[in-house]
């Protein structure tokens, strides 16, 4: 009888091992899933900021040449630069 238990004892400590050993895999494959995750949002990220950074520049010369533009017309220029800025122009508040 006594080797009956010990037997049991050794199977349930194996069966332990085997799931710690799984459970071990699973928690070390989503972490690598997750840092894999937190470098494509690191990249994309900084894409989106180059983007802006780009965006920003080109609002700059499209706006510089509109003022340069219609630098003797402020009234012209006020319609322009709002295009530029995505604003709404009003003439009623101009005077």
Same mark, same amino acid.
């Given at each position: 009888?006594?080797?009956?238990?010990n037997a /049991? %004892?050794?199977?349930? $400590?194996? *069966?332990i091992?085997v799931?710690?050993k799984?459970?071990e895999?699973?928690?070390? &494959? =989503?972490?690598?899933?997750?840092?894999?995750? /937190? %470098?494509?949002?690191? $990249?994309? *990220?900084?894409?989106?900021q180059v983007k802006?950074?780009d965006l920003?520049d080109? &609002? =700059?010369?499209?706006?510089a040449?509109?003022?340069? %533009?219609?630098k003797?017309n402020? *009234?012209?220029?006020?319609?322009e630069?709002?295009?530029?800025?995505?604003?709404?122009f009003?003439?009623?508040n101009?005077?």
């Amino acid at each position: 009888m006594f080797d009956l238990l010990n037997a /049991q %004892k050794q199977s349930y $400590k194996k *069966e332990i091992d085997v799931l710690k050993k799984v459970s071990e895999e699973k928690e070390a &494959k =989503k972490n690598d899933a997750f840092a894999g995750y /937190q %470098k494509e949002i690191e $990249k994309i *990220e900084e894409k989106h900021q180059v983007k802006i950074a780009d965006l920003h520049d080109e &609002k =700059k010369e499209e706006l510089a040449s509109t003022i340069e %533009k219609n630098k003797d017309n402020p *009234e012209s220029l006020a319609r322009e630069v709002a295009k530029v800025l995505s604003a709404q122009f009003h003439k009623n508040n101009r005077s």
